[in-house]
């Protein structure tokens, strides 16, 4: 299985913060990963997608980058809204479909 | 716009078992594969089965391999999941999720899984 490692898994920061969360793949797997965020409570919804692309609806301040191993999800300007779990997950063609730990982002 | 509804959950004890069910309402259900994602309490994801959207090919974690069968209903637009032999470790939050393709895998980067359905709890437990 690919494994896939997130850091930091919990991390405090304050509104209009910039932060970025990484993500690493046991094995190349091109662009085939993809963001969700998750709300206590909440199903988990999907943010970015393709690396790099993101979701409709989703607002600029979210964006992704990387391709290979590494990759990292930025949030430019931190809102209150966007307090919660992310979570990095591939999409290769070799199931399972193996998501990240998940990052805690809390209020500083 | 596109739904997911999630059903089925509850209380079984250990050996027991349970079918979940997803209703799907919004898109031509046929043509997307479906996937199955469960959360233990304080967890994180676990992607446990998919199944094409012609329902002709199922995958599962091992985690859940000879226990669980997946399937799908695409004249009742609803997706399955028939929990068997169920244990301690597979208590959870269990969502249905929707693929970007009529496949599960696909030679694509832009596979991912949207919209989720709000979950479903299941509770193993004697």
């Known amino acids: 299985d690919i494994q896939m490692t997130q850091s930091p898994l919990s991390l405090s920061a304050s509104v209009g913060d910039r932060v970025t969360i990484t993500c690493r793949a046991s094995q190349t797997i091109s662009s085939y990963l993809n963001w969700y965020q998750q709300k206590p409570g909440r199903a988990p919804k999907l943010l970015i997608y393709?690396?790099?692309n993101l979701q409709s609806g989703v607002p600029s301040r979210f964006s992704g980058s990387g391709s290979g191993t590494d990759f990292t999800l930025t949030i430019s300007s931190l809102q209150p809204e966007d307090f919660a779990t992310y979570y990095c997950q591939h999409s290769y063609t070799a199931l399972p479909f193996t998501f990240g730990q998940g990052t805690r982002l809390d209020i500083k | 716009e596109v739904q997911l509804e999630e059903s089925g959950g509850g209380l079984v004890q250990p050996g027991g078992s349970l079918r979940l069910s997803c209703a799907a309402s919004g898109f031509t259900f046929s043509n997307y594969a479906m996937n199955w994602v469960r959360q233990a309490p304080g967890k994180g994801l676990e992607w446990i089965s998919g199944i094409s959207g012609s329902g002709d090919t199922t995958f599962y974690a091992d985690s859940v391999r000879g226990r669980f069968t997946i399937s799908r209903d695409n004249s009742r637009d609803t997706l399955h999941l028939q929990m068997n032999s169920l244990r301690a470790e597979d208590a959870a939050v269990y969502y249905c999720a929707k693929g970007t393709f009529a496949v599960v895998v696909v030679g694509t980067q832009y596979n991912r899984l949207d919209p989720w359905g709000q979950g479903t709890l299941v509770t193993v437990s004697s």
């Open positions: 393709a690396a790099s």
